[in-house]
């Protein structure tokens, strides 16, 4: 069973601080990691995933991840938010076996103060 | 330009009214996926499609219906049965075995 946690369904930041977004993971076979945004009224754009390999990930936008397997965390940061930045954030886990649906996390809405 | 598009971006009907939603892809995808979004309560699932004429229940089917004919569209029905259909819906289309799914820019149902 795959599920997917995010802690703080709403996080604000003061324009140039860091982003934090918190993901945690829960899966029985080795994980595919993905963060999506989300603008008002919007469908969702890919901002990183994490397959194999490196395990630190740079996405767009700045953003990146670092899978921690020992934690089991997919966590995103950003070292300098930006007022563009203001949306909703998705984490979401799948894997390259049976019907490698993706499951979703409930969502994180990040406000950049001025 | 390839990409997934929904149709109609609102949608408002009566309760008690069956309503299609439209998904279209020129992607050339075999999966496609119809997810609903609820505030607080993330996407979830409630039908997927790996192949052409071929679909399966997802976490939320209840009160829903879809269709494959055509690779390239899969829509979806909100039937009466459906007890609180207002929602964000929306699609998505991958290729089964990769990992990325594209979505479509969603549609707004409201029921009054």
């Known amino acids: 069973a795959q599920s997917v946690t995010q802690l703080g369904s709403h996080v604000s930041v003061s324009e140039g601080a860091l982003v934090l977004l918190r993901c945690n993971y829960s899966s029985s076979v080795p994980p595919y990691l993905f963060w999506y945004v989300q603008y008002p009224n919007q469908g969702l754009q890919l901002l990183l995933k994490y397959t194999t390999g490196a395990t630190l990930v740079k996405g767009i936008n700045g953003f990146e991840a670092e899978f921690k397997k020992s934690e089991t965390s997919f966590h995103l940061t950003k070292p300098s938010a930006h007022m563009s930045d203001a949306a909703e954030y998705f984490c979401?886990?799948?894997?390259?076996?049976?019907?490698?649906?993706?499951?979703f996390g409930t969502g994180t809405r990040l406000t950049v103060i001025p | 330009d390839g990409g997934i598009t929904q149709s109609p971006k609102y949608l408002f009907r009566k309760e008690g009214q069956n309503v299609t939603l439209s998904c279209e892809q020129n992607l050339n995808h075999d999966a496609m996926y119809w997810y609903r979004q609820d505030p607080g309560q993330g996407l979830r699932l409630i039908y997927y499609?790996?192949?052409?004429?071929?679909?399966q229940k997802g976490d939320i089917a209840e009160g829903y219906s879809v269709s494959r004919e055509k690779k390239e569209s899969f829509p979806l029905t909100v039937t009466s049965a459906q007890k609180n259909p207002t929602a964000f819906y929306l699609c998505?289309?991958?290729?089964?075995?990769?990992?990325?799914?594209?979505f479509g820019q969603g549609t707004r149902l409201t029921v009054v």
């Open positions: 499609s790996q192949i052409v004429n071929d679909f």
């Open positions: 998505a289309s991958k290729t089964p075995g990769e990992l990325e799914a594209f």
């Open positions: 979401a886990v799948s894997q390259l076996t049976g019907a490698n649906n993706l499951f």
